[in-house]
């Protein structure tokens, strides 16, 4: 509608003399170009809900479970039995959040991360990122809040060829392409997990996508950098090893320098973010509105 606002006022501007009749022919006409649903419109989504606010689709949480194939034996990897990409069609997914902030300045950005939006209340696996997806139309224009089908494939990437990650453990990932189904508004609300759940792959993996909260968050040592990423590790009880420690990390925003104080022994009242892996989990604040003190 943005759109049709500016394609009719170049259409009124001709009917200042216009007899009546000629005038709602041209209102016609103007809403039928400018409507932005064909190829070449602008990308504005229409704002008017489809008739199944959850379409037709597969629901998330039924086709991503648990990963059966992971092996602790296997610190190095070798021989994973990685189950193979599959063609999924997913409908009434709720974007919770846009990844523009390149934070390696090599291209780190793109991603999507959608929820379950028909999900109520949300529970596990609800949650997931979608890859460098696509749009139908190409100049889709999507924001938070949106409600999107994605058409593609299933993927569990195993890590980047020069060192996969360890045990076996995969990021589950769709790569394929986002459709707009409605506008519904704000994002939706966090779902409050136990810090504890992010200590092992099993119990975080279920969250991966989603947009979490953890409470009374203390940060267990000073924050790190490397290639542009910079994350402070969470304090969440012994008994781990060093790589399943999570952290906080700057994968959606300047948290270094726009975030606040992330030294040894800080705590806030509540962290919320999204739960992202590479090599260990990550919670992914949005911005600084994301940290409660």
Same mark, same amino acid.
């Not at 409908?91 to 109520?120: F, H, K, M, P, W």
């Not at 589950?172 to 504890?196: C, D, H, N, Q, V």
């Given at each position: 509608?943005?759109?049709?606002?500016?394609?009719?006022?170049?259409?009124?501007?001709?009917?200042?003399?216009?007899?009546?009749?000629?005038?709602?022919?041209?209102?016609?006409?103007?809403?039928?170009?400018?409507?932005?649903?064909?190829?070449?419109?602008?990308?504005?989504?229409?704002?008017? +809900?489809?008739?199944?606010?959850?379409?037709?689709?597969?629901?998330? +949480?039924?086709?991503?479970?648990?990963?059966?194939?992971?092996?602790?034996?296997?610190?190095?990897?070798?021989?994973?039995?990685?189950?193979?990409?599959?063609?999924?069609?997913?409908?009434?997914?709720?974007?919770?959040?846009?990844?523009?902030?390149?934070?390696?300045?090599?291209?780190?950005?793109?991603?999507?991360?959608?929820?379950?939006?028909?999900?109520?209340?949300?529970?596990?696996?609800?949650?997931?990122?979608?890859?460098?997806?696509?749009?139908?139309?190409?100049?889709?224009?999507?924001?938070?809040?949106?409600?999107?089908?994605?058409?593609?494939?299933?993927?569990?990437?195993?890590?980047?060829?020069?060192?996969?990650?360890?045990?076996?453990?995969?990021?589950?990932?769709?790569?394929?392409?986002?459709?707009?189904?409605?506008?519904?508004?704000?994002?939706?609300?966090? %779902?409050?997990?136990?810090?504890?759940?992010?200590?092992?792959?099993?119990?975080?993996?279920?969250?991966?996508?989603?947009?979490?909260?953890?409470?009374?968050?203390?940060?267990?040592?000073?924050?790190?950098?490397?290639?542009?990423?910079?994350?402070?590790?969470?304090?969440?009880?012994?008994?781990?090893?060093?790589?399943?420690?999570?952290?906080?990390?700057?994968?959606?925003?300047?948290? %270094?320098?726009?975030?606040?104080?992330?030294?040894?022994?800080?705590?806030? %009242?509540?962290?919320?973010?999204?739960?992202?892996?590479?090599?260990?989990?990550?919670?992914?604040?949005?911005?600084?509105?994301?940290?409660?003190?």
């Amino acid at each position: 509608m943005r759109f049709f606002r500016d394609c009719f006022a170049t259409f009124a501007s001709t009917c200042v003399a216009a007899r009546p009749f000629v005038f709602a022919l041209l209102v016609a006409l103007a809403t039928s170009a400018c409507s932005g649903t064909g190829d070449g419109g602008t990308g504005d989504p229409p704002s008017k +809900p489809a008739a199944d606010p959850c379409g037709g689709g597969d629901r998330l +949480p039924d086709v991503v479970g648990e990963p059966t194939w992971v092996d602790p034996t296997q610190a190095m990897s070798k021989s994973c039995s990685y189950p193979p990409d599959r063609p999924v069609n997913l409908s009434g997914l709720r974007i919770v959040a846009i990844d523009r902030y390149d934070e390696t300045g090599n291209g780190a950005s793109g991603n999507y991360y959608v929820q379950d939006g028909c999900a109520d209340p949300i529970g596990p696996y609800a949650g997931m990122t979608v890859y460098a997806p696509s749009f139908s139309p190409p100049d889709l224009r999507l924001a938070v809040g949106d409600v999107v089908d994605v058409l593609g494939n299933l993927m569990e990437f195993a890590g980047p060829t020069s060192g996969p990650f360890p045990q076996c453990r995969t990021l589950p990932e769709i790569g394929g392409t986002m459709t707009f189904r409605f506008e519904l508004g704000s994002a939706l609300p966090a %779902k409050t997990i136990p810090t504890t759940d992010l200590k092992t792959y099993e119990g975080a993996r279920q969250y991966l996508g989603m947009l979490v909260r953890i409470e009374n968050v203390a940060i267990a040592d000073k924050a790190y950098e490397s290639s542009g990423r910079y994350s402070a590790p969470i304090d969440v009880g012994g008994g781990i090893s060093q790589i399943d420690v999570p952290s906080i990390s700057n994968e959606l925003f300047d948290l %270094k320098n726009e975030g606040p104080l992330l030294a040894e022994g800080v705590k806030f %009242k509540s962290v919320t973010g999204v739960v992202t892996y590479f090599y260990g989990f990550k919670l992914a604040p949005r911005s600084a509105a994301d940290f409660e003190l």
